[in-house]
């Protein structure tokens, strides 16, 4: 929009006035917010993704999970229980604390939905009776002995592939950087990623989203929360669980 008086006399020599009024065409507008609008739509689009979080935000996002089948830990995990294409990791204080009957009801629930589950280097053979007892289909268990040069690796395109439903990976020794190659295969494929590391490694920075502590009890083995992606309050919550 302009203004102009038009009953003074153009100046100037010419029939042309020399402050001619100026009109700026609506699409030249239209133009100049587009790009602002776009910007506030990619940052809407950012913001959604299950794994942003922001402190002022009413509730926790939400993500892809499966339970565990301990009611009380899915109670205090987002979503309900492992998160999907995430890193997550079990910290034991020394073998035989229940750590892999922890992942037993999830093992379970994949294989029998015919994803495969996949077993890198385990310290120990699989006792195939124990797992037909907790509902394990050993036809969707695949087991790599991989050498300690190679697990990392063979463990990484395991989880990048996206043919598998959880990728269990034991790691007496990783760095963060490692780590961080785990999680971001275990985006891009949308797969359950478990790192079972010594108790010793708590004190160490890690990107996986999910890490628990697991230690001798009383009376029976406990488990705590140490880092959880998404969760309020008080990061850690300390709960028994039977081996």
């Known amino acids: 929009m302009f203004t102009t008086n038009l009953s003074e006399p153009a100046s100037g020599t010419g029939d042309s006035p020399i402050f001619a009024p100026t009109i700026i065409a609506p699409a030249t507008r239209v133009a100049a917010t587009a790009p602002a609008r776009r910007d506030v739509a990619a940052l809407a689009d950012v913001l959604r993704h299950p794994g942003i979080w922001r402190r002022g935000s009413a509730k926790a996002p ?4 499966l339970p565990t089948g301990i009611a009380d830990l899915d109670a205090l995990l987002p979503g ?3 998160p999907c294409g995430a890193l997550s990791e079990i910290l034991a204080a020394h073998d035989g604390l229940g750590e892999c009957s922890l992942l037993l009801p999830a093992l379970a629930t994949l294989t029998q939905a015919r ?3 996949v077993l890198v280097a385990p310290p120990y ?7 037909v007892a907790a509902g394990v289909d050993l036809a969707q268990l695949v087991h790599i002995d991989a050498s300690a040069a190679d697990t990392h690796w063979t463990a990484e395109q395991c989880l990048r592939a ?3 439903g959880a990728v269990l990976n034991w790691l007496p020794r990783s760095d ?3 780590l961080r190659r785990l999680q971001l295969a275990a985006e891009a494929g949308g797969t359950f990623g478990f790192v079972f590391r010594p108790l010793s ?3 160490e920075a890690s990107p996986a989203a ?3 502590r697991l230690e001798a009890g009383e009376t029976e083995p406990r488990l705590e929360i140490l880092k959880c992606r998404g969760r309020f309050g008080e990061q850690t919550h300390a709960l028994g669980l039977r081996a």
Do not use: E, F, M
Not at 62 to 65: F, H, I, Q, T, V
Not at 125 to 131: F, H, K, N
């Open 176 to 178: 963060y950087r490692q």
């Open 210 to 212: 999910l890490r628990l």
């Open 201 to 203: 490694a708590a004190h």
């Open 115 to 117: 994803k495969r589950v």
């Open 125 to 131: 053979i699989p006792y195939a009776p124990a797992l």
């Open 162 to 164: 996206g043919c598998c």
């Open 80 to 82: 309900g229980g492992w």
């Open 62 to 65: 939400r993500s892809d999970a």
